[in-house]
């Protein structure tokens, strides 16, 4: 139609016609609004689509780092077993083939002194096969060691069984924190790597159950059932090594860069992170898309080390021999022995009693695993190493002191386990993450199997030591030297271990170059950052 405006000259003026071509079209403002619209709803579904999708994928990576950090850590279930379950066997062992006390005391600590050839192989045979399969091999060994155990018809055969049990175990206890700390993405590589820890108390406390419940079989067949049921765990491990991939560390030393990007792709949230993390690892391999590996032999650069290195073996041997002399194995190995001390009577009522150290040294792992990658590695070292000074203290002044009596049991049941709560919160958990992120990339497998072999060494002296030091100096007293040595620790933590929390691999490297100074100047150096970013 047409239209009749009124000419705008304030006076009333005349009249102008409008044609249809200055008339809006409002059918095409509609449809043009329309477009709008759908291209706001495109923008808003791509970007809710590629949210759900990268949601997914963080869901999809944290599921599979936790399964491969699981089936890793089975392999410690099985020392954790040996350990918990020998302490209730022995009894029985005794009883059955009348061995003495001192061939107890071999028997007990043989697992960890062997151990230590387990531990300085694994090293050399993890970078030759592969993480993942040493752990198979270690598997195999220590599967073997439990068979010809339970059907030892002698002392002697029976030592035979422990002796390949403590190989087997030895490959194990090294390689799968190596494994867990080179797959696990930096923000969870605390409590990652701390899981085989877990799976080390998990074992204890399934020893002592098992000592529980068999105990009332005849003696001649429940130490062989005790010790056969530790055959179990291989079967779910034989299984995880179709599962978990390979370190994709290792396959970038041996030059399989691709296969190596692919696993990266899988442990993280994003592709970027994931190159990232890549970079990291082939600039610390000394690797581009040219060269192969820096072959210098390992052993030569251990033996004659550079002064940041020096201090990572330092730190990484010396945290593992503390974690050890401070006497826990003596303790869960023990426990019977120190509760009879304090006036305990009847094998149910010590089994029992043990069982409550189990869950103690079980259920306060959890805590650190919640803590570790928020508080930090440093403050649960403190905690843990003072908690545990007192209590050792404790029980050497129930038994000294307090002697036998309804008040001494109670008061040594709780000192102990708040011996072992405290070491499952600190120093035994983050004793194998330390010494698994510490060395450089080329040299971490066989320097943190040598953290390892000073672990199993100190083990087994105190293990194969505590029954004759008990009857030299009384059990207190041997509490009491532990107590002095697990004070001695603290002052270790706070000259020699470094904050490694929220660092990547190869960003700790570079931390030990330039010393614990250069931690404090990093930290300053992150405050002011985050003062400018505020500003």
Same mark, same amino acid.
């Given at each position: 139609?047409?239209?009749?405006?009124?000419?705008?000259?304030?006076?009333?003026?005349? &009249?102008?016609?409008?044609?249809?071509?200055?008339?809006p079209?409002?059918g095409?403002?509609?449809?043009?609004?329309k /477009?709008?619209?759908?291209?706001?709803?495109?923008?808003f579904?791509d970007?809710?689509?590629?949210?759900?999708?990268?949601?997914?994928?963080?869901?999809?990576?944290?599921?599979?780092v936790?399964?491969?950090?699981?089936?890793a850590?089975?392999?410690?279930v099985l020392?954790?077993y040996?350990?918990?379950?020998?302490?209730?066997?022995?009894? #029985?062992i /005794?009883?059955?083939?009348?061995?003495?006390?001192?061939?107890?005391?071999?028997?007990?600590?043989?697992?960890?002194?062997?151990? @230590?050839?387990g531990?300085?192989?694994?090293?050399?045979?993890?970078?030759?096969?592969?993480?993942?399969?040493? &752990?198979? @091999? $270690?598997?195999?060994?220590?599967q073997?060691? =439990?068979?010809?155990?339970?059907?030892?018809?002698?002392?002697?055969?029976?030592?035979?069984?422990?002796?390949?049990?403590?190989?087997?175990?030895?490959?194990g206890?090294?390689?799968?924190p190596?494994?867990?700390?080179?797959?696990?993405?930096?923000?969870?590589?605390?409590?990652?790597?701390s899981?085989?820890?877990?799976?080390?108390?998990?074992?204890?406390?399934?020893?002592?159950?098992?000592?529980?419940? #068999?105990?009332?079989l005849?003696?001649?067949?429940?130490?062989?059932? &005790?010790?056969?049921?530790?055959?179990?765990?291989?079967?779910?491990?034989?299984?995880?090594?179709?599962?978990?991939?390979?370190?994709?560390r290792?396959?970038?030393?041996?030059?399989?860069? %691709? !296969?190596?990007?692919?696993?990266?792709?899988?442990?993280n949230?994003?592709?970027? %992170?994931? !190159?990232?993390? @890549?970079?990291e690892?082939? @600039?610390?391999?000394?690797?581009?898309?040219?060269?192969?590996?820096?072959?210098?032999?390992?052993? /030569?650069?251990?033996?004659?080390?550079?002064?940041?290195?020096?201090?990572m073996?330092?730190?990484g041997?010396?945290?593992?021999?503390?974690?050890?002399?401070?006497?826990?194995?003596?303790?869960?190995?023990?426990s019977? !022995?120190?509760?009879?001390?304090?006036?305990?009577?009847?094998?149910?009522?010590?089994?029992a009693a043990?069982?409550?150290?189990?869950v103690?040294?079980?259920?306060?792992i959890l805590?650190?695993i919640?803590?570790?990658?928020?508080v930090?590695?440093?403050?649960?070292?403190?905690?843990?190493?003072?908690?545990?000074?007192i209590?050792l203290?404790?029980?050497? #002044?129930?038994?000294s002191?307090?002697?036998q009596?309804?008040?001494? &049991? $109670?008061?040594?049941?709780?000192?102990?386990?708040?011996?072992? =709560?405290?070491?499952?919160?600190?120093?035994?958990?983050?004793?194998?993450?330390?010494?698994?992120e510490?060395?450089?990339?080329?040299?971490?497998?066989?320097?943190?199997?040598?953290?390892?072999?000073?672990?199993?060494?100190?083990?087994?002296?105190?293990?194969?030591?505590?029954?004759?030091?008990? /009857?030299?100096?009384?059990? $207190?007293?041997?509490?009491?030297?532990?107590?002095?040595?697990?004070?001695?620790?603290?002052?270790f933590?706070?000259?020699?271990?470094?904050?490694?929390?929220g660092?990547?691999?190869?960003?700790? !490297?570079?931390?030990?170059?330039h010393?614990?100074?250069?931690?404090?100047?990093?930290?300053q150096?992150?405050?002011?950052?985050?003062?400018v970013?505020? %500003?």
């Amino acid at each position: 139609m047409v239209g009749i405006q009124e000419n705008g000259n304030g006076r009333g003026g005349g &009249m102008e016609l409008l044609s249809l071509s200055d008339v809006p079209d409002l059918g095409t403002n509609k449809n043009k609004y329309k /477009r709008m619209d759908s291209d706001f709803d495109d923008d808003f579904n791509d970007a809710l689509t590629h949210h759900q999708q990268t949601e997914e994928r963080r869901k999809t990576t944290r599921k599979f780092v936790f399964a491969c950090a699981v089936f890793a850590s089975l392999n410690n279930v099985l020392l954790g077993y040996d350990v918990g379950v020998m302490s209730g066997a022995v009894i #029985f062992i /005794r009883e059955d083939l009348k061995i003495t006390e001192v061939q107890v005391e071999v028997l007990v600590g043989i697992l960890s002194i062997l151990s @230590l050839l387990g531990s300085l192989g694994g090293g050399r045979t993890s970078d030759a096969i592969g993480r993942k399969w040493t &752990m198979g @091999l $270690a598997a195999i060994v220590f599967q073997a060691g =439990a068979a010809v155990m339970a059907v030892a018809p002698s002392f002697e055969i029976l030592l035979i069984g422990r002796i390949l049990a403590g190989i087997g175990i030895g490959f194990g206890v090294m390689i799968a924190p190596i494994y867990i700390a080179e797959i696990s993405p930096t923000v969870a590589r605390g409590s990652l790597t701390s899981f085989p820890e877990i799976f080390i108390n998990l074992g204890i406390l399934l020893g002592y159950v098992s000592n529980y419940a #068999f105990s009332g079989l005849p003696a001649h067949i429940n130490w062989r059932i &005790m010790l056969g049921v530790g055959i179990l765990p291989s079967v779910f491990i034989a299984f995880a090594l179709f599962i978990i991939p390979e370190s994709p560390r290792w396959l970038v030393l041996q030059n399989r860069v %691709e !296969e190596a990007r692919s696993v990266l792709s899988k442990t993280n949230e994003n592709d970027a %992170e994931s !190159e990232e993390r @890549l970079q990291e690892i082939l @600039l610390a391999a000394g690797i581009t898309d040219s060269d192969k590996p820096d072959e210098k032999p390992v052993w /030569r650069e251990i033996l004659n080390p550079s002064p940041s290195l020096r201090r990572m073996l330092i730190t990484g041997i010396g945290i593992q021999c503390f974690q050890q002399i401070t006497g826990i194995d003596a303790t869960v190995y023990y426990s019977p !022995e120190i509760f009879t001390a304090a006036g305990v009577i009847g094998n149910s009522n010590l089994l029992a009693a043990t069982v409550a150290v189990g869950v103690s040294k079980t259920a306060f792992i959890l805590v650190a695993i919640i803590l570790i990658d928020k508080v930090g590695r440093k403050p649960l070292l403190y905690v843990s190493t003072i908690g545990m000074t007192i209590c050792l203290f404790m029980v050497g #002044f129930t038994l000294s002191v307090l002697g036998q009596g309804s008040a001494a &049991m $109670a008061l040594a049941i709780l000192s102990v386990c708040g011996n072992v =709560a405290f070491f499952s919160v600190g120093i035994g958990p983050v004793c194998w993450v330390l010494t698994s992120e510490i060395f450089p990339l080329k040299l971490r497998a066989q320097a943190s199997s040598l953290g390892a072999v000073g672990n199993r060494v100190c083990s087994g002296l105190i293990a194969m030591s505590f029954l004759s030091t008990s /009857r030299a100096i009384t059990v $207190a007293g041997t509490f009491y030297v532990f107590s002095v040595i697990s004070a001695l620790s603290v002052a270790f933590v706070y000259k020699f271990v470094p904050e490694t929390k929220g660092k990547s691999l190869e960003q700790i !490297e570079l931390l030990f170059q330039h010393g614990h100074d250069q931690q404090q100047h990093e930290l300053q150096l992150g405050d002011v950052e985050r003062l400018v970013q505020k %500003e």
